[in-house]
């Protein structure tokens, strides 16, 4: 078995030395094997786990939800439900966020046009709609 020591394990999973050490903290990979130097060392199934919390990562899963599906990848017999649940979840959260981004892009569209051209910064249309005196005048 091929042994790894953080930076090499950093530098494969892409995941800094500080991430990894997190990670191990939560529980989410198990402590290393250390070497008689003190060194921690990783095994291959260390690396297969980051590249696994990675991909979570990317889709925005909580370290929660990692470790709810890492406890799932240990009963092979079970119903995948749980996780097909879990995903809906964060679908309907992302849906919702969307919906939020979507009308903050709407209202700094409407907030870009106040300002048309350039003009001196007492004569802004921006910053005069985002002072709070022009909102006591509506």
Not at 47 to 65: G, H, M, S, V, W
């Amino acid at each position: 078995m091929a042994w790894l020591k953080i930076g090499e394990l950093a530098k494969r999973s892409g995941c800094s030395i500080q991430t990894i050490r997190y990670y191990e903290k939560e529980g989410l990979i198990s402590a290393p094997a250390r070497t008689d130097g003190n060194f921690r060392v990783y095994d291959t199934p260390a690396l297969e786990k980051l590249a696994f919390i990675k991909n979570c990562r990317a889709l925005d899963l909580t370290l929660d939800e990692i470790k709810q599906l890492m406890a799932l990848q240990h009963l092979p017999g079970t119903p995948c439900e749980k996780v097909n649940d879990m995903i809906d979840a964060h679908l309907k959260i992302v849906e919702s966020r969307i919906a939020d981004l979507q009308k903050l892009h709407a209202d700094l569209k409407v907030l870009r046009q106040k300002c048309g051209h350039a003009r001196p910064i007492e004569q802004c249309g921006i910053l005069d709609e985002l002072s709070p005196k022009s909102h006591s005048r509506n």
